[in-house]
């Protein structure tokens, strides 16, 4: 009792009650728990099995959210991409933001500062040294499509350094676009790579590039039981032991979903299945990745009022479409 600081000015339920005193402590602790939890997150109310829209009008907003979610390893970190309201094809508006968390809560959302122009799908390194991004070649920029580099930018004590071109991952080659690219933590690099077929309609496939004997080997097409129909921004797990992505096939609900395959003995894949109502609908989802603690799963979703935006759900959502 002297534990729970009991005395004659403790009220009389808690002085006759210890055990409500206990459960009075364990509950606060529990709300303490749930508040750090909600601050991990940008201050958010922490999802379940039904999919929110994540920080509607501070990150989600009336434009165009066109990446995946990047968290810092630490978590004090958000990066990502948004194309401005309306469109403009010709001149590719894309920024990317982030947030960082301070002392005295999340920084408003800022953009990028990037001498090269404008960047798209940001991407951490598996230790967070550096910020690898998409950008336009410009020795291309009159080319249709212009030609798309990937850069770096090393993290510096106080901010970032200046964006090189990446000499040693591969080149986005002309006639061809990315949306997505993602690291395993052994450093195979996975994309999505899409281009316009025979009748003129844009088709995507998805790309490994392993790293091996200190570079990047040729990237080689993931077999057909993933790139069957149309198939863009793969998220891979760390341990490369699932593979989540969006995809136009047989069975979808709308207009792609996302869908997961598990690693198999022969270094191959399973059957994607698709990940179910409870993640997909009759929009679009796509840009699929998962919080470094693995607790969450965040996504964009298109709504006609918005056009994408982002969703997050409990990552416990994984597995159950085997059930």
Known sequence: MNALMISKKTPYILRSFPWFAVFLLCAHLMMLASLQADQLYFNQTIPGLTAQCFAPGLVSTQNLEHSRMIFSG????????TVPVPINEETDETRIYYVRKMLTGWSNPEILSLPVGNGRSPVLSPDDSTLYF???????KNEIPPRQLIFQVDRLKNGWGLPQPCSTLPIITQGKMTLAFCFAENRNLYFDLGGPDENGRWR????????????YREAKLLDDRINLGNNQTPFIAPDESFIIFSSWREGNLGGGDLYIAYRIKDGGWNEPVNLGTLVNTGAQERFPGLTPDGKYLFFTRSRKETKDDFYW????????EKQ
């Open 74 to 81: 630490n978590m004090q970190e958000m990066f990502w991409a």
């Open 134 to 140: 998409l950008a336009t070649d410009p020795a291309s």
């Open 204 to 215: 995507w496939k998805i790309y490994c590039a392993e790293f091996k004997d200190g570079r």
């Open 313 to 320: 759900i409990d990552a416990e959502i994984i597995g159950k």
